[in-house]
């Protein structure tokens, strides 16, 4: 049983990309500075935020061709169907370190939203083109603007998790690769 259990994951594992000692301090590195610019200061990263960017705002007309009331969460789910979108592409290609950071930009979307979702009520952050601000717009819906920076923080919290369990995911990968597992061929 045991030598099933062994062939069974060294399958499993040698279909994955395997993560080497530099591609895993790598993405270490980038999660913990992501994790730290992303929810202080300015809260901006220039080059995922500007994409992240045009991601909403393509995602306003393009949810809006569905439904008028859809249009207003289209810029969310517009940004946030880039990256979930090329790391589910990654994951069935098995490519560990590219599924990775798909998950991690994912994830820092999670937390530049939190910081827009946060402002529903402030209104001080700048708005492309004017006009309404879609969080507003959205807990005024929900009936629940008043808990704007409430529900922000949980969504930094579930940013947390999730990067810590894909983190985690990662790690285990990097670790199987330093362990040789036993071949059923071996004992024979």
């Known amino acids: 049983m045991k030598e099933m259990d062994a062939s069974s994951k060294q399958s499993t594992v040698s279909e ?5 000692a530099p591609a895993f301090l790598v993405c270490t590195t980038l999660t913990l500075l992501l994790a730290y610019f992303s929810n202080t200061g300015s809260m901006w990263i220039p080059i995922l935020d500007s994409a992240n960017l045009m991601f909403h705002e393509a995602g306003h007309p393009i949810f809006g061709l569905l439904s008028d009331r859809l249009m207003v969460y289209g810029g969310t789910l517009g940004q946030l169907t880039f990256p979930l979108v090329t790391f589910v592409r ?3 290609q098995k490519n560990s370190v590219a599924a990775y950071l798909c998950f991690l930009w994912f994830v820092q979307n999670l937390w530049n ?13 700048p708005l492309i083109g004017g006009g309404e601000h879609d969080w507003t717009e959205i807990l005024t819906r929900w009936n629940c603007l008043q808990n704007d920076t409430q529900l ?9 998790i999730l990067i810590f369990i894909a983190w985690h995911s990662l790690f285990q990968h990097w670790k199987s690769r330093k ?7 071996s004992h024979t």
């Open 90 to 92: 990654f994951l069935r």
């Open 16 to 20: 994955w990309t395997k993560v080497t």
């Open 179 to 185: 362990i040789p597992l036993p071949n059923a061929d």
């Open 152 to 160: 922000s923080r949980q969504l930094i919290f579930l940013g947390l």
């Open 113 to 125: 939203i939190s910081t827009y979702l946060a402002d529903a009520r402030a209104q001080v952050l």
